[in-house]
C-alpha cells in the first residue's frame, strides 16, 4: 500500500476513538497495476474491549481517474 503510514493512522485512531474509520488510497495489485480503494471500517467489541475491526474496501479506480482527469482539464 502505498498509502500506508495514513491508513495505520485512521485506523490507529478508529480503535482509540471507538468511531469508524473511512479513507481512500493506492494499491498496487500483483499484475502491477496502481488501483484506488475506499476503505471504510468500525471497531467491534466485546465485553468492552476490542476484539475486531470489521469492514469493507471497495474499488473506486474509475472514479478517482475520472476526478484527477477533470481536475487536470480545468
Request: charged share 30%; proline share 1%.
Given at each position: 500500500?502505498q498509502?500506508?503510514a495514513?491508513?495505520?493512522?485512521?485506523?490507529i485512531?478508529?480503535?482509540?476513538?471507538?468511531?469508524?474509520c473511512q479513507?481512500e488510497?493506492?494499491?498496487?495489485g500483483?499484475?502491477?497495476?496502481?488501483?484506488?480503494?475506499?476503505l471504510?471500517?468500525s471497531l467491534?467489541e466485546s465485553t468492552g474491549?476490542?476484539?475486531?475491526?470489521?469492514g469493507l474496501?471497495?474499488?473506486?479506480?474509475?472514479?478517482?481517474?475520472?476526478?484527477?482527469?477533470?481536475?487536470l482539464?480545468t
Amino acid at each position: 500500500v502505498q498509502d500506508r503510514a495514513r491508513i495505520e493512522a485512521c485506523f490507529i485512531e478508529a480503535v482509540r476513538s471507538k468511531r469508524p474509520c473511512q479513507a481512500e488510497c493506492r494499491v498496487i495489485g500483483a499484475d502491477g497495476v496502481e488501483r484506488w480503494i475506499s476503505l471504510a471500517g468500525s471497531l467491534l467489541e466485546s465485553t468492552g474491549r476490542a476484539t475486531k475491526l470489521g469492514g469493507l474496501a471497495q474499488d473506486i479506480t474509475e472514479r478517482r481517474v475520472s476526478q484527477i482527469d477533470a481536475t487536470l482539464l480545468t
